[in-house]
């Protein structure tokens, strides 16, 4: 055979390189389950919402202090109202291209297609409901609570091994009860509610001896809704990852790539921090329990 044209060989040597550098090159890899590049998906105020030009965000009703203010999620005020607007403005969508929907906290990360572009309630990002969900990047790190009122067996307990004997309670599906089941270990079921006002209310009639609650939540109970109750202590960090909370999205989005970058660009210019300084300055250091 006749050795092939020198301008051949060379073409053909371009083709095999090219074909080498793209099987070497680091790709792209998705996120939560979308499948696309975050660059490619991400112009602002152009991403694939439900509803073309607006961003629909979701949380329950009602919307609990310190993370809204007033009951209104929509005013920007509280650490979770705040923080979604912060978010949508990452995203290229001012306050007014935001909208509003009530979803109930178990419907948020249960299975199913989602009516929103993703929840903001005070989920925190588990291995068992990523199975369901696809979650952001954390924007708050979390502490669970015990609160119970001033003067009884359940507020002078020191340590986990002293909540054995009371009764607790805490709003079913959180990861508050899962620290008294799992933690805890109580000698008698906890009491499992739908929403946190019933926990309280239980509380306050003396139907629960004490209640599991994330810590700014607790500082909010005992300074402003049941004033004769008390911070027992909070739970430490049980190793692993630390507990988070996370935005919702519907499993597979092409969004969440996305909003987990728009988290990561408040957490890294410290707007976050600012955030949480604002709302959520009350929830100091409360004892631990051990």
């Not at 301008?7 to 680091?26: I, K, M």
């Amino acid at each position: 055979m006749h050795p092939a044209p020198r301008a051949l060989r060379r073409a053909a040597a371009v083709v095999v390189l090219l074909a080498a550098a793209v099987s070497c090159a680091p790709q792209p890899e998705a996120s939560g389950g979308a499948s696309a590049s975050a660059g490619s998906t991400c112009a602002k105020g152009k991403l694939a919402t439900r509803t073309s030009g607006k961003l629909t965000i979701a949380t329950d009703q009602p919307a609990y202090e310190p993370w809204f203010k007033d009951d209104d999620p929509a005013n920007g005020k509280g650490f979770e109202s705040a923080v979604a607007y912060a978010v949508a403005e990452q995203l290229g969508y001012a306050k007014d291209k935001v909208a509003w929907q009530t979803v109930p906290f178990n419907k948020a990360f249960a299975p199913g297609e989602k009516t929103f572009d993703f929840d903001i309630n005070q989920v925190s990002v588990s291995e068992e409901r990523k199975k369901a969900v696809d979650f952001s990047s954390g924007y708050y790190d979390v502490r669970q609570a015990v609160v119970a009122l001033k003067g009884s067996k359940a507020a002078k307990a020191k340590s986990i091994a002293d909540l054995k004997g009371v009764k607790l309670g805490a709003q079913v599906g959180t990861t508050s009860l899962d620290h008294i089941d799992d933690v805890v270990r109580p000698t008698q079921a906890a009491a499992v509610y739908g929403k946190n006002d019933q926990a309280k209310s239980a509380l306050k009639n003396g139907q629960v001896d004490a209640i599991v609650v994330d810590l700014p939540t607790a500082f909010y109970i005992t300074g402003a809704e049941v004033t004769d109750a008390t911070i027992v202590g909070q739970f430490e960090h049980q190793g692993g990852t630390p507990e988070q909370f996370g935005l919702v999205l519907d499993k597979g989005s092409a969004l969440t790539p996305c909003v987990s970058r728009a988290v990561n660009a408040l957490r890294e210019d410290g707007t976050l921090a600012e955030i949480e300084q604002q709302w959520l300055s009350d929830a100091v250091d409360a004892p631990v329990l051990k």
